[in-house]
T-cell receptor, first 113, second 115 residues
Framework: AQSVAQPEDQVNVAEGNPLTVKCTYSVSGNPYLFWYVQYPNRGLQFLLK??????LVKGSYGFEAEFNKSQTSFHLKKPSALVSDSALYFCAVRAGGSYIPTFGRGTSLIVHP | SQTIHQWPATLVQPVGSPLSLECTVEGTSNPNLYWYRQAAGRGLQLLFY??????ISSEVPQNLSASRPQDRQFILSSKKLLLSDSGFYLCAWSSGTGGTSYEQYFGPGTRLTVT
């Protein structure tokens, strides 16, 4: 079985400050990890993924995430938040041989001007 | 480039009426296709997925059904809607067998309100 935990329902950060959205996972075998962003009344947009290789992956809109195998974490980060980053963020995991990802419940990011 | 379409964008239907939501993908072949429902702007519930024409797997028993009549077409249906079927329905695709990308790409969604 595979699972994802996003421990924070909401993260508040001031514009210009660094942001972190947390994600921990559980999966059998090597994990494929993903972050998606959703704006109101829109579908999810793919941000970045970790499949193999460098633990620090960079994605769209200046976001990056660090894969930590020992802590089974894949936290999303950005050095300087923008008001336009305010949205719902989803972490997802799937095992290498599976077509079915498991999504976290989502974290609402609010960036204050 | 690949594109995913969903329609209609919004739908208001009475209880007991039928439903048909359509999803089509362009620019890729043999994709894996998925239907999700999102309630209250939060978690995603996987309803159905398909790895090929006519191959449908159901994740949640309910009054919904899905069909894949063509490689890049995925349809979500119901014979009689319930109030609890209200929600935001999302179609998604990912690369099928032999593909090199692992992430999913989502359509714009259909907002269904059952009255």
């Amino acid at each position: 079985a595979q699972s994802v935990a996003q421990p924070e329902d909401q993260v508040n950060v001031a514009e210009g400050n660094p942001l972190t959205v947390k994600c921990t996972y559980s999966v059998s075998g090597n994990p494929y990890l993903f972050w998606y962003v959703q704006y109101p009344n829109r579908g999810l947009q793919f941000l970045l993924k970790y499949i193999t290789g460098d633990n620090l992956v960079k994605g769209s809109y200046g976001f990056e995430a660090e894969f930590n195998k020992s802590q089974t974490s894949f936290h999303l980060k950005k050095p300087s938040a923008l008001v336009s980053d305010s949205a719902l963020y989803f972490c997802a995991v799937r095992a290498g041989g599976s077509y079915i990802p498991t999504f976290g419940r989502g974290t609402s990011l609010i960036v204050h001007p | 480039s690949q594109t995913i379409h969903q329609w209609p964008a919004t739908l208001v239907q009475p209880v007991g009426s039928p439903l048909s939501l359509e999803c089509t993908v362009e620019g890729t072949s043999n994709p894996n296709l998925y239907w999700y429902r999102q309630a209250a702007g939060r978690g995603l519930q996987l309803l159905f997925y398909s790895v090929g024409i006519g191959q449908i797997s159901s994740e949640v028993p309910q009054n919904l059904s899905a069909s894949r009549p063509q490689d890049r077409q995925f349809i979500l249906s119901s014979k009689k809607l319930l109030l609890s079927d209200s929600g935001f329905y999302l179609c998604a695709w990912s690369s099928g067998t032999g593909g090199t990308s692992y992430e999913q790409y989502f359509g714009p969604g259909t907002r269904l309100t059952v009255t």
